[in-house]
């Protein structure tokens, strides 16, 4: 008897032998290093002339790893071979697919440490983050299995004298998945797993920056598991050239995107054109950020609350779309609250988080650092400069460090306030009541997450129906959302609020199929 789902723990790193696990991890990934990978099309490996380099973000000089470079003639390529495997992949019953995703989530338990050190390496994310992120991928893995064998049979309908009716859930066709490079473990293995598990076929394309942690996922299906060729196709490349030419395929049924607005909107648009040839309306899962606020009232635990602040805004290097980039706090209270997270901010390490004492590490690229400085320079004309600005005094490695940083006394309609920054930079916005803090926290084209504090009974219900977003937090960080306890999606320019890690995820993935027959 299967037992009953269960979220997969963190690693405890005050724990001497978890420490010594990690560190050998580290080092072996390391000798990994530098290593050139294929893009895989219907089980062939192919290798390019023309590769691109996925580096350190801690220290720019080092390839993580080197990667064929796919165009758009592979995208073709890839889609056409997808929906050959389709026809074949979609017939294997739905309990064996869902092995696929119980096997799968055993291996990377098995390897959790190896898995977590490449996001290290690669995006630079602190031991505790990148553990957290490998056991939402597993938890991802096991949740879609099981709901799979939930949604998998014939579904209940109500019974009628002289026929015999079913409903089922059938798979779509050919998948396209663009997953984010900040949650390039489970995102990525969320988005690919619940195509797979519904019976779909897979192009895979991961992000630029991000093409390592796909690969070891990839390999893991193709090696260990050996997944049927051409139900899960790895096309790695930048460009949005090799991106269209996926979206636009007349082939392709669905995509699953995580990423910024710009681009969401991009293949809104595109998918929504009927390509010669094709024969349905494609289905877009898209999750395109946000602008998240925390907000804290005069009748909250105020200490609490400057440390959701802080973990929520400077988490990843503010690098999350539930990150806090506004802190909304009623006047009463303004003041006291700020002081607390200036002084709390102040006290966070950066560095490369190959070393653990380092509880923030790089912003992931070059591009994203110049993005930086520039809503920096922004913010010292916007507001009050109240913590960080500056380039760090010791970078010896030329890595892609910025403090936290915070600004006060930022208007509600300023560019701090209304942009998604995605790093570490937080604005404190003041406001003159709860309701007033409350139309703030709603005043911006986005709706992802949000938080409040309050001891008010009355003021938490009323955010629970005026608080205008996908996942709501009473009296905790706006960030952490568990597969399973709190399915993830939102609002608004955030997305068409998905729900990974929901019950109903996987219908997003399937067409309903009603069959009834007389007797």
Not at 80 to 108: G, N, S
Not at 238 to 255: E, F, N, W, Y
Not at 336 to 364: L, Q, S
Request: charged share 25%; net charge negative; aromatic share 10%.
């Amino acid at each position: 008897m299967l037992a009953p789902f269960c979220n997969e723990p963190m690693t405890d790193f005050s724990n001497p032998t978890q420490i010594k696990a990690f560190e050998a991890a580290l080092s072996k990934v390391e000798s990994w290093l530098g290593r050139t990978y294929p893009m895989v099309i219907g089980g062939e490996k192919i290798y390019t002339d023309e590769t691109f380099d996925s580096l350190n973000p801690a220290n720019p000089s080092q390839v993580v790893a080197r990667f064929a470079r796919a165009t758009p003639e592979h995208a073709n390529r890839a889609v056409e071979v997808a929906h050959d495997a389709f026809h074949e992949w979609r017939k294997v019953p739905y309990e064996t697919r869902a092995r696929y995703l119980f096997k799968l989530a055993e291996l990377i338990r098995k390897r959790k440490h190896e898995f977590s050190a490449i996001m290290v390496y690669e995006v630079g994310k602190s031991w505790p983050e990148a553990d957290a992120d490998t056991a939402e991928t597993i938890d991802f893995c096991d949740y879609y299995a099981r709901q799979m064998l939930r949604l998998g049979g014939a579904q209940p309908v109500e019974p009628f004298a002289g026929r015999d009716a079913e409903l089922r859930y059938i798979p779509l066709g050919v998948g396209v998945v663009i997953p984010p490079w900040n949650f390039p473990g489970a995102i990525m293995a969320g988005m690919t797993a619940a195509s797979l598990v519904t019976g779909n076929t897979v192009v895979l394309k991961p992000a630029s920056t991000s093409p390592w942690i796909a690969w070891f996922l990839s390999e893991m299906l193709y090696e260990d598991l050996r997944l049927p060729p051409g139900v899960l196709n790895f096309l790695p490349g930048p460009g949005g050239k090799m991106g269209d030419a996926l979206v636009d395929h007349p082939l392709t049924r669905h995509i699953a995107f995580t990423g910024s607005k710009e681009i969401g909107l991009r293949i809104f648009q595109r998918a929504a054109v009927q390509q010669p040839g094709q024969k349905w309306l494609k289905r877009t899962l898209l999750e395109m950020g946000g602008k998240d606020a925390i907000l804290v009232d005069e009748s909250a635990d105020l200490d609490a609350a400057a440390d959701a602040i802080v973990a929520s805004a400077f988490g990843f290097q503010g690098q999350k779309c539930s990150a806090c980039s506004r802190a909304i706090l009623v006047e009463d209270v303004y003041d006291e609250v700020v002081d607390k997270v200036v002084r709390r901010a102040a006290k966070i390490t950066v560095g490369p988080t190959i070393d653990p004492a380092h509880w923030m590490g790089p912003v992931v690229d070059a591009k994203a650092y110049a993005k930086m400085w520039e809503y920096i320079e922004t913010g010292t004309q916007e507001g009050k400069l109240l913590l960080g600005g500056q380039p760090l005094s010791h970078n010896p490695t030329n890595g892609y460090f910025v403090p936290p940083t915070i600004f006060g006394d930022i208007d509600r309609n300023a560019r701090l306030a209304q942009e998604e920054i995605f790093g570490p930079v937080l604005a404190c916005i003041k406001a003159k009541s709860f309701e007033d803090g409350l139309d703030v926290a709603n005043g911006t084209e986005y709706g992802l997450t949000g938080a409040i504090f309050s001891r008010h009974r009355a003021r938490l219900e009323r955010a629970r129906e005026d608080f205008h977003v996908g996942n709501l937090y009473l009296n905790r960080k706006c960030t952490g959302a568990l597969v399973g306890v709190e399915p993830f999606g939102g609002f608004n320019m955030s997305g068409t609020d998905s729900k990974a890690g929901g019950a109903d995820y996987l219908l997003l993935f399937t067409q309903a199929k009603v069959i009834s027959e007389a007797i």
